[in-house]
């Protein structure tokens, strides 16, 4: 299978509502065929875990960082929907890495 996915991408996945966005480093889904993603919720405040971002092509949502989830794509049915920009990958990667840092 040829693995087309990319941190940034937002993406819908077979039986889940909204869109995704995945957030796993590219060297991560090209070694392991996975990838991490974050739900994107519109409507939704912006805090220090839920960073609000805009597709390329006017995908818009808050993602929540909090939420994440490991996706086989072998397993799902995806589709690339948009894709963000590297500053608000940053933004969000920043957040998700908080969650991991030590005290």
Known sequence: ???????????RISNYKGIFLIISK?????AS??????PLIPGISEGPLHIC??????TSGTAICEQIK???????????????????LMN????VQGIFEYD
């Open 33 to 38: 065929g996975v990838f991490h993603v974050c």
């Open 1 to 11: 299978m040829s693995m087309n996915y990319c941190q940034g991408d937002m993406i």
């Open 53 to 58: 971002i805009k597709g390329n092509h006017g």
């Open 70 to 88: 490991l996706i086989d794509p072998a397993q799902r049915n995806c589709k690339k929907m948009d894709y963000i920009s590297y500053a608000q």
């Open 92 to 95: 969000v990667s920043d957040a």
């Open 26 to 30: 590219n060297a991560f889904i090209k």
